[in-house]
Every structure is written in C-alpha cells, then in structure tokens.
C-alpha cells in the first residue's frame, strides 16, 4: 500500500496514535527532567487544559466537515488547480506544505490582530506555565475560525488528500513538541530553529509583553514569520519571561467555565496575584 493510500485511509487514527503517544512520551519527558523549574501547578492547570482538550476531540469529531474532507472533495470532482495540472510528487508535497503551513501563520496573525477574533484566541495565551497540556488548550471555535480559510486554500489549490493529512501529523507533533517544558540541547537548538518551530522559539510568543506575544506565529516552520518581519529570535529576558497575558496572571485562567466563556466576554480587568 502506497504512503498516499496509508495518509488518506488511516490519517484520523493515526493523528491520535501521534498525539497520545507523543503525549505521554513527552510527558514523561517532562516528569523526569523538566527544561524549566517553576509553578508547572499541574493539580491547577491540567483540568482546564485537558477538559478543552477533550472538549476539541469531541466537537472535532462531531463536525461535518474537515481538511481531509474537503481534499476528498476537491480531488473527486476534479477542483482545483493541482487536480487540474497535476505535479511530480516532491513539487505536489512541497507546494502543500508551503500553502498549508502559510494558511495557518495567515491566520493565526489575523488572530491576533481582529480583535473578535483575539477573544477567541486568547484563550491559549493565558496559560501562565507551558508545557504539553498547553497544546490543545484551545477554546473550541478556533477551529471553526481556521476551518473556512483552511478549505478555501485546499478548494482552491486542489491540494491532495495524503498532503494535507501528512500536514495534520507534523502539525499535531510540532505543536505537541513546541508547548513541551522540555530541554533541547543548545546545539541541537540553534539547528533546529532554521527549519522547524522549537520551544524556545514558540515560549516568546506566549510571552505576557505585548510585542513578544505578536511574534513568532508560525508552529511548524518560522519562515513565513522571518519573511513577513515577525520573526523573534529570543525574548528581551529569557531568565524571566513571564507567560500568559498581563490582565490575567490569576487563577481564572485555570477555571474551564471561565475559559468556555472568555470570548463573549470584552476586556479582562487585571485582578490582584492570586486572586
Ligand atoms: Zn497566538
């Protein structure tokens, strides 16, 4: 069986195969020799986290509609232009990619920046402490947010089936790997981040200062952020970088039902440490 038959046919079960067992291989990581000392305050955070965690599984389970879905699509009725003016396998894959991994910087900025948009995003940010419970730590219609736009590109392109659930995979396991409040060796590091997101790069966009928050977007590969300007190698103090956002450094950003609600709400007043 080819490796477009494998992605195409067992791309969903093998997501979770990525994402449980990166979970816990990381978490164990995580146990034994954490990158960073601190308040991970697991007993705290990991309710929250992992109950929008499940919450996601469900409701993207339950949606009618996703990326693999609309390939499927594109590719039966011949939308498209790659459908229409098929490329050698290497060109397909890395116009998929390239096309895909943009989508997403495109809107996770415009998250950022569209204030109705932001309500629903912040939700990420005001985790307080990174590690692998962060990565999923998303409110539920973000993905309604990245679904339209994420169509539209692969509607539009004719994006094959296997690339786009070859993207999900590298996708969940960079995410997983970025959020991870794991060490990676120095070296190893300064490589790294010329090709793909790493930690210490992600750790300054959830940084609490505001033009560190507003950079580094991208979450596979930092291209798109040194091409566009938003690219930042470290944050302004990398001993005490406090995460999260300012206005909330409190424990309603561990309170699921405070969370569910964030978007409907409008500005988050500051409460005093602790409250
Ligand atoms: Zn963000």
């Known amino acids: 069986m080819s490796l477009e038959r494998i992605l195409t046919d067992y791309g969903e079960p093998l997501q979770y195969v990525v994402y449980f067992g990166l979970l816990a291989a990381l978490g164990m990581i995580e146990t034994l020799t954490p990158g960073r000392e601190g308040p991970a305050a697991r007993t705290r955070r990991w309710p929250a986290n992992f109950g929008l965690t499940l919450l996601n599984i469900v409701v993207l389970g339950a949606l009618p509609v996703s990326g693999l879905a609309v ?18 396998l290497a060109w397909t894959l890395g116009v998929a990619l390239l096309a895909r991994s943009f989508v997403s910087y495109v809107v996770h900025v415009a998250m950022h920046k569209v204030p109705l948009l932001w309500r629903v995003h912040r939700v990420h940010h005001t985790d307080v402490f990174l590690d692998i419970s ?3 730590r998303f409110h539920p219609l973000e993905f309604l947010v990245q679904l339209a736009p994420t169509a539209l590109t692969i509607l539009a392109l004719g994006l094959p089936p296997w690339t786009i659930m070859l993207y999900e995979l590298i996708d969940t396991a960079t995410n997983l790997f970025i959020h991870a409040n794991a060490r990676v060796p120095a070296r190893v590091e300064a490589w790294l981040r010329h090709v793909l997101v790493t930690p210490d790069l992600h750790r300054v966009h959830h940084s609490a200062l505001w033009p ?3 950079s580094n977007y991208g979450v596979v590969v930092p291209w798109w952020d040194r091409l566009f300007g938003t690219y930042r190698a470290a944050p302004s103090d990398p001993r005490e970088t406090r ?14 039902r405070w969370l569910l609600a964030l978007p409907f709400r409008g500005r988050v007043e500051r409460l005093d440490q602790g409250a």
């Open 71 to 88: 390939a499927v699509l594109a590719q039966q009725q011949g939308w498209g232009l790659m459908q229409r003016y098929p490329l050698p």
């Open 134 to 136: 962060t990565t999923v």
């Open 212 to 214: 560190e928050t507003d």
């Open 243 to 256: 995460l999260g956002l300012e206005e909330c450094q409190d424990r309603r950003a561990s309170s699921l």
